[in-house]
């Protein structure tokens, strides 16, 4: 299957400091990625559907200014947790897909734990 | 709007037995379903996926499902279980909302297959 890789695997960062993860298509272009947070032992949700070249859209909830989603090309798009806090940690996980009716790729997630 | 919905938290089955997990799902027009395994710390792995045609969709490791339209299922089977089938399992719908294609995850059910 293609394959899509989410970067860094896990990150500790301080509380106020910015953090960027990055997930990338490394065989395919992607047409739209979604970002999603799980919480332990629980489903994953949504936070922002992103198409290359346009304004990602975001879930009800999620704060837009606090997660900075870029999606400047096929194959790459970033999340930023700027100003983080410790309940923002979480496992964050990438995926990608072509169409809309194809399946969807996933990163191996990212833990992010802010202290 | 569209959702998807998995009963069971948690399913227990004996290595050899035949296993299923459940889905249900609720979307406007024709669904995309598919199904998902997660390991500890890890991303999701695709097993399979419904389009259209057959209602018996085969995928990966042994897996199928069977697309059932007047119930609005998605159930996942597996002819005899093994112990590494051991995981956490997500449905997904793929649907339009507002002109956006979403991507909807269940809320997980975990296989426990026992020696």
């Known amino acids: 299957g293609a394959v899509v890789s989410q970067h860094p695997s896990r990150v500790i960062c301080k509380s106020g400091t910015s953090v960027k993860i990055e997930c990338r298509s490394l065989d395919f272009q992607a047409t739209t990625m979604f970002w999603y947070r799980q919480f332990p032992k629980q489903s994953l949700m949504l936070m922002a559907t992103?198409?290359?070249?346009?304004?990602?859209?975001?879930e009800q909830g999620v704060e837009k200014d606090k997660f900075l989603i870029n999606h400047a090309s096929l194959t790459l798009s970033t999340l930023t947790v700027t100003s983080a806090h410790p309940e923002d940690s979480s496992f964050y996980i990438c995926?990608?897909?072509?169409?809309?009716?194809?399946?969807?790729?996933f990163g191996q997630g990212t833990r992010l734990t802010v202290v | 709007a569209q959702s998807v919905a998995q009963p069971e938290d948690q399913v227990n089955v004996a290595e050899g037995n035949p296993l299923t997990v459940k889905c249900t799902y609720s979307?406007?027009?024709?669904?995309?379903l598919f199904w998902y395994v997660q390991y500890p710390n890890r991303g999701l792995q695709f097993l399979l996926k419904?389009?259209?045609?057959?209602?018996l969709v085969k995928g990966s490791y042994g897996f199928e499902a069977e697309f059932n339209k007047s119930q609005t299922s998605f159930h996942l089977k597996k002819p005899s279980a093994l112990v590494s089938d051991s995981a956490l399992y997500f449905c997904a719908v793929s649907g339009t909302t507002s002109g956006t294609y979403k991507y909807i995850f269940g809320t997980g059910t975990r296989l426990k297959v026992l020696a």
């Open positions: 979307v406007s027009g024709n669904p995309y």
């Open positions: 419904y389009i259209t045609g057959d209602n």
């Open positions: 995926s990608a897909r072509v169409r809309d009716n194809t399946e969807a790729f």
């Open positions: 992103s198409n290359e070249g346009s304004k990602a859209t975001y």
